[in-house]
Nanobody, 127 residues
């Protein structure tokens, strides 16, 4: 059972930045593609970004391109989501998730592909 913990959320003013982290044993192994998703109140869960095990393929939702950056640190077993120029519409619970990597990993940001989910971290952006 893959286990991992998210952290880094908080309350920030519009235009600010946050770095979300997702860490756990084997989390950055060659077996798993890692995705970040978010869910705002009353809305469906939305795919934000994804990174393949070797980092060779990265995908972002159009709504966050140029502001969000996903990265991984193998030494720390951690995947990061750097969020810059935060907007009120970024307010949501952010989840990281893992799927057993395939050749189609990260082609699309589909929550149903991911079998392992973190507990989520709240990001709130004030205007």
């Amino acid at each position: 059972q893959l286990q991992f913990v998210e952290s880094g959320g908080g309350l920030v003013h519009q235009g600010g930045s946050l770095r979300l982290s997702c860490a756990g044993p084997d989390f950055t192994s060659n077996y798993y593609a890692i995705g970040w998703f978010r869910q705002a109140p009353g809305k469906e869960r939305e795919g934000v970004s994804c990174i393949t095990p070797d980092g060779g393929k990265i995908n972002y939702a159009d709504s966050v391109k140029a502001r969000f950056t996903i990265s991984k640190d193998h030494a720390k077993n951690t995947v990061y989501l750097q969020i810059n120029n935060l907007k009120p519409e970024d307010t949501a619970v952010y989840y990281c998730a893992a799927e057993t990597a395939t050749g189609r990993s990260c082609e699309m940001l589909i929550a149903g592909r991911y079998g392992y989910w973190g507990q989520g971290t709240q990001v709130t952006v004030s205007s």
